[in-house]
């Protein structure tokens, strides 16, 4: 079974630190890989997605991914995060070929001080 | 915006007793899901749905059933309630693998 996973269970960074979320997965073949949010208190949201193409993927607030086909790999990043950025991450794979289930990471909770 | 619908945000149940939680989505997505999400482990599969009456078992099934009697409403049922049951239960759904809508969460409590 593949299985995801995410290196840091917390990060904390002061504001305007640089951020670099690690996540790997075990599926040797084809795979959309995403990542979601989850700040306090609220649902899960969609961070930005990879299907196919450039591996650097833009997402919302300033996000973005690069998948490195070679290493399993999709780590998240951001240059420059705020205090509004504590939230949990979540990397997550779909195996494609007509599948629509998706395999979690366990997550990481990214604390940012002011 | 699609919506996903979770009945209720918080529940607090006895051990044994039948669970019903209730999730509906107003954008005519055929897939539906079932997952729990606890701290360390992040979100598991229980179970899943590709159309009306259609299920699948996810990663940890044991001890949940559901049903899915109409295209927008996808029910987990714990049969007999137990304290490890006590959890965050999100219900997603989607159209294509283009993601998943997540409700709000229903945060259960078996005491």
């Known amino acids: 079974a593949q299985s995801v996973s995410q290196h840091n269970h917390h990060v904390i960074l002061s504001e305007a630190a640089s951020l670099e979320l690690g996540c790997n997965y075990s599926?040797?073949?084809?795979?959309?890989l995403f990542w979601y949010v989850q700040y306090p208190g609220q649902h899960l949201q969609l961070l930005l997605k990879?299907?196919?193409?450039?591996?650097l993927v833009k997402g919302i607030k300033g996000f973005e991914a690069e998948f490195i086909k070679s290493k399993f790999s999709f780590n998240l990043r951001k240059p420059s995060v705020q205090w509004s950025d504590t939230a949990e991450y979540f990397c997550?794979?779909?195996?494609?070929?007509?599948?629509?289930?998706?395999?979690f990471g366990k997550g990481t909770k990214l604390s940012v001080i002011p | 915006d699609v919506k996903v619908t979770q009945s209720s945000r918080y529940l607090v149940k006895r051990t044994g007793e039948k669970v019903f939680l209730e999730c509906v989505q107003d954008?005519?997505?055929?897939?539906m899901f079932w997952y729990r999400q606890d701290p360390g482990l992040g979100l598991r599969l229980i179970y899943f749905?590709?159309?009306?009456?259609?299920?699948e078992k996810g990663d940890i099934p044991e001890g949940y059933s559901v049903s899915r009697e109409k295209k927008e409403r996808f029910s987990l049922i714990l049969e007999s309630a137990s304290t490890n049951q006590t959890s965050m239960y999100l219900c997603?759904?989607?159209?294509?693998?283009?993601?998943?809508?997540f409700g709000s969460g229903t945060r259960l409590t078996v005491v």
């Open positions: 954008m005519d997505h055929e897939n």
């Open positions: 997550a794979v779909n195996p494609g070929a007509g599948s629509y289930q998706l395999t």
């Open positions: 990879y299907f196919s193409g450039d591996p």
């Open positions: 599926y040797g073949g084809t795979v959309n």
């Open positions: 997603a759904s989607s159209r294509t693998m283009k993601g998943y809508t």
């Open positions: 749905s590709y159309d009306v009456k259609m299920k």
